[in-house]
């Protein structure tokens, strides 16, 4: 039985600019490097493009990876650069009368008040409300299930930062999630 290939060992691949490895990375990779794009930037289109990106540029610096974190610390960081690049990008640009036409209406309809009760739902709703540092580091840890250190890496912030922002997210989470009518919020 043939093992399947390591992530470190495509990266080394695909800086020998092997395109089978980068589809095989790609693969592995590319949904959760997706669904982590789409919570910071809120936009399924923009999180698609910016997603690929990421793998663009893996295939460009895949040879300047060194190899002093995990692959998948080195993709989500390129990920959340992109993300971060495009939210500033998209700060700038003015707002005209044809994209305010196209911005949804927030009022609820009866559908939407129902998928409400959702608790999965609720807790998605109570995230968005989150500062972007807390939402952030609650979608790597719980989401990605990425380790302190690997999101101080991620997010080019010191452990002990970390660990504070966790812990006020997880405090400003559980009173949204009461506010909410959820006494429990973590399964």
Request: a negative charge.
């Amino acid at each position: 039985m043939v093992e399947a290939p390591t992530d470190l060992d495509l990266i080394t691949r695909v800086a020998a600019k092997d395109a089978g490895a980068l589809q095989a990375l790609y693969g592995r990779h590319n949904v959760r490097i997706y669904r982590f794009i789409t919570r910071l930037v809120s936009n399924e289109a923009i999180a698609e493009e910016l997603a690929n990106e990421v793998f663009i540029d893996v295939w460009r610096n895949a040879a300047k990876f060194e190899g002093r974190s995990a692959p998948t610390t080195w993709l989500y960081a390129i990920a959340r650069n992109k993300a971060i690049s495009s939210l500033r990008r998209r700060r700038d640009e003015a707002l005209d009368d044809g994209m305010a036409e196209e911005i949804p209406d927030a009022g609820d309809t009866p559908e939407v008040a129902a998928q409400k009760t959702d608790k999965r739902s609720i807790i998605r709703s109570c995230l968005e409300r989150l500062s972007e540092e807390h939402r952030e580091v609650i979608d790597l840890v719980y989401y990605h299930e990425k380790s302190v250190r690997e999101v101080s890496e991620i997010t080019e912030t010191a452990e002990a930062t970390v660990k504070t922002r966790m812990f006020y997210a997880r405090k400003a989470l559980s009173a949204l999630l009461l506010e909410a009518g959820v006494e429990r919020g973590w399964p």
